[in-house]
């Protein structure tokens, strides 16, 4: 088939076709659809496939034929047109022309014309210079409560507990040494059967803190003191083994000693005792840093943010619509497995895939995706300007650590793709950092609003 093509530069990175399909060619597409037909018919006093041809056009008529062949025509047709110009599509192209007037008109007698409409991958510019650019960017300063808690929880962690033989009650941060013995909770609210024997124990060790042990237990104790019996009412969680999950009981525990906490002194002696650290500013130091790597995270991240927006702000690019509609999807698809990790059933993630909902997250979430979009072709120019390469090796390493990390098969092609790209993203970022003025200012918490009168 050889047509012809008038190629248009349309806004919106589209190209417009017009395509002409000669008389030669439309004739023959037309025979071979009738061809097809008299193949597959079935009429009554025909064996099948050897009615006459007029009869079947006849029977099938005009239009119906005209749209087969049209189809057909416009599927092979625009693929060697966008072949012989080079057209590299985004998306599905679309017709420019009105269908029914291009069924009405067709005839196989004459050369075959429409018009199509086909989204190209765009050509970005930057429109500022990328290499000097100056930002600030907010950091999350480095809370130094922080730090006075985990020193206070390792404290805690290396407490003893001393018997007191004065008469007084249990407190939080206190540890009984208890029997206790479970029941069923009555519909009543009085205690019912006992429970299971191994929800019962001698001499038990009872440290009052919160989150020990069920919802409530602990505090049940709080004032309770030696020879005392409390009946403390609990329910247990959700996780607890089968036969007890969700169970409302009551528990007596009979308090036989109370011990008092005794927090060590955090001196050079506990650091280098308990931790194995040479002094007390070498914990001080393992706990900053321990506790700092999230922090630090969070303000790489902020950097980086910080930086692809100024480079979005510099590049020019007409964004073709399908495109722009690719990258919805498949954010709307990710969002949709989140909620399906976070915990929400099929049925629910099924309800929320509808059109009016996809339609709604489109329009909210058109800017962002055409940021991204921005800074992607950014990052793209800056590696090939620069010679940015990305080796196999490279990223068969982070493949391999991907696997290693998910335990379960991947996405081969669409993988490479996500980790090749992130590659060449840090490779830029650090090309960017070298060159960009960056300063740094600590993140300012959030003006407290006025109370009412």
Do not use: C, H
Request: hydrophobic content about 40%; cysteine-free.
């Amino acid at each position: 088939m050889a047509v012809t093509v008038k190629k248009e530069v349309l806004p919106g990175s589209q190209v417009g076709l017009e395509i002409t399909v000669p008389a030669e060619d439309a004739k023959k597409a037309y025979d071979k659809y009738v061809q097809g037909l008299v193949k597959q018919s079935n009429m009554p006093g025909f064996r099948k496939g050897s009615a006459p041809k007029q009869l079947i056009i006849n029977a099938a008529g005009k239009e119906r034929i005209a749209a087969g062949v049209v189809e057909q025509l416009v599927e092979s047709s625009a693929k060697e047109a966008m072949e012989a110009e080079g057209i590299s599509a985004v998306g599905q192209s679309s017709l420019d022309s009105d269908v029914e007037e291009l069924i009405n008109n067709f005839s196989e007698k004459n050369e075959f014309v429409y018009k199509l409409k086909v989204d190209v991958w765009p050509t970005p510019e930057f429109n500022k210079d990328w290499k000097e650019r100056s930002i600030t960017v907010e950091q999350e300063p480095f809370d130094e409560s922080l730090l006075d808690d985990a020193l206070e929880e390792f404290r805690r962690r290396e407490a003893t507990y001393v018997a007191t033989e004065e008469d007084v009650g249990l407190e939080m941060g206190d540890q009984a040494v208890a029997n206790m013995q479970g029941f069923y909770e009555a519909e009543d609210g009085s205690k019912g059967e006992p429970l299971p024997d191994f929800a019962e124990g001698q001499g038990i060790d009872i440290t009052l803190e919160e989150g020990k042990f069920m919802p409530g237990f602990v505090e049940g104790l709080v004032g309770a003191k030696v020879n005392e019996t409390r009946a403390v009412p609990v329910q247990f969680p959700e996780t607890a083994r089968k036969e007890l999950s969700g169970l409302k009981a009551i528990f007596d525990v009979e308090v036989l000693e109370v011990r008092n906490r005794v927090l060590p002194e955090l001196n050079d002696e506990l650091a280098l005792t308990a931790a194995g650290k040479k002094d007390l500013a070498e914990l001080r130091e393992d706990l900053k840093s321990r506790l700092s790597f999230e922090v630090d995270q969070a303000n790489d991240a902020a950097m980086v943010k910080a930086m692809e927006d100024e480079l979005a702000g510099t590049i020019e690019v007409d964004l073709p619509e399908s495109l722009i509609d690719q990258q919805t999807r498949t954010k709307f698809a990710a969002m949709m497995s989140d909620f399906k990790q976070s915990g929400a059933s099929d049925e629910q993630v099924q309800g929320m895939i509808t059109k009016e909902n996809y339609a709604k997250y489109a329009k909210t979430a058109r800017g962002n995706v055409e940021t991204m979009l921005k800074k992607s072709f950014a990052i793209q120019l800056i590696a090939d300007e620069e010679g940015v390469t990305i080796e196999d090796e490279e990223v068969d390493a982070q493949l391999d650590l991907l696997r290693a990390e998910l335990k379960e098969e991947l996405d081969e092609e669409s993988a490479r793709d996500k980790v090749f790209a992130n590659l060449q993203r840090n490779a830029v970022v650090e090309i960017l950092k070298n060159k960009w003025t960056i300063a740094t200012v600590d993140k300012q918490p959030p003006a407290e609003e006025p109370e009412e009168e």
